[in-house]
């Protein structure tokens, strides 16, 4: 059961009046499942070049950090107003950090939380907040719930697409998702082969079956994908298919603080429609 999570909330200029998808996104999961939420602004400390030592000017630092106070203050308060408008359990914290410092800070904050949930990388957003988000998938341990940047909707789990490929991740995002799934009205298992399943393969039909013993309506899918990477063909499935939240394992590696995904991971982070729950 969810009864609590932390969200990185996306940073604007203050009055811009710009949403927030993921701080909103948060919102309705709290609500949906009566759980507390925290939003965590991060004000982000000036970045440097190394070759400018000594050659910008104090005021221009101060200015650049005010700025991203200003702008981790404006997130907080457009935070707390939705938290207030639909009625949920909610703190706010604003902290200062460079990038790697907030994303371990954001990572080892999300251990003490059942759910984390950042926003799409990519996009508008800018690239701190990029690096900060997809570090939480790595280092908290906790399942993560990545919102499109043209999110609007809140939580909805009409029909959960579950991408299932038996491996350790996977069935981890399995588990992690288990409270979503159980309010979802249609759960739909996806594998997806580069060649066609022999006839007396079942791929996928043990896992249905431990859905269908915690009283899941499930569905099994099997798609051949030759020509196709397989980020577009699950991307693709979904839209054809009227997903609207999926489930699947996240692959990564952190590497001098810089966090690198490949394959099915990253390419479904770049061009995601809907919410996708990520185990690590």
């Known amino acids: 059961m969810i009864k609590d999570l932390v969200v990185n909330l996306g940073l604007v200029a203050q009055g811009s009046g710009a949403p927030d998808p993921a701080g909103d996104f948060a919102i309705s999961v709290a609500d949906a499942f009566e759980a507390h939420v925290l939003g965590v602004a991060f004000s982000y400390e ?14 221009f630092i101060d200015e650049q950090r005010q700025e991203s ?5 404006a997130a907080i ?14 703190e706010s914290r604003m902290i200062s950090a460079s990038i790697s410092g907030a994303a371990d800070q954001l990572g080892q904050m999300a251990r003490r939380f059942d759910l984390a949930v950042v926003g799409q990388p990519g996009g508008e957003r800018a690239a701190p907040e990029e690096i900060v988000d997809e570090g939480v998938l790595i280092e908290s341990g906790r ?4 919102v499109p940047y043209i999110q609007t909707a809140a939580l909805k789990l009409d029909r959960v697409m579950v991408c ?8 981890r995002a399995v588990a992690d998702a288990m409270p979503f799934l159980q309010k979802a009205k249609q759960v739909e298992i996806v594998l997806i082969a580069a060649k066609g399943f022999k006839v007396d393969e079942a791929p996928g039909a ?8 915690h009283g899941l309506d499930i569905t ?8 196709i990477d397989v980020a577009s063909t699950i991307l693709s499935y979904a839209a054809d298919s009227s997903a609207d939240f999926i489930v699947m394992g996240g692959y990564g590696h952190s590497r ?17 429609t809907v919410p996708v729950l990520m185990s690590h």
Do not use: C, Q, Y
């Open 256 to 272: 001098l603080r810089e966090f690198l995904f490949g394959g099915a991971t990253s390419n479904i982070l770049k061009a995601m």
């Open 164 to 171: 299932w490929d038996g491996s350790r991740t996977a069935a």
């Open 69 to 73: 106070d200003d702008k981790a203050r």
């Open 77 to 90: 308060a457009r935070f707390e107003e939705t938290a207030r408008r639909v009625g949920v359990s909610a």
């Open 220 to 227: 099994l899918k099997r798609i051949t994908s030759p020509e």
């Open 206 to 213: 043990d896992l249905a079956k431990h859905l269908a013993r």
């Open 143 to 146: 399942p993560v719930i990545f």
């Open 46 to 59: 000036p970045v440097i070049p190394g070759t400018s030592m000594g050659g910008i000017p104090p005021s």
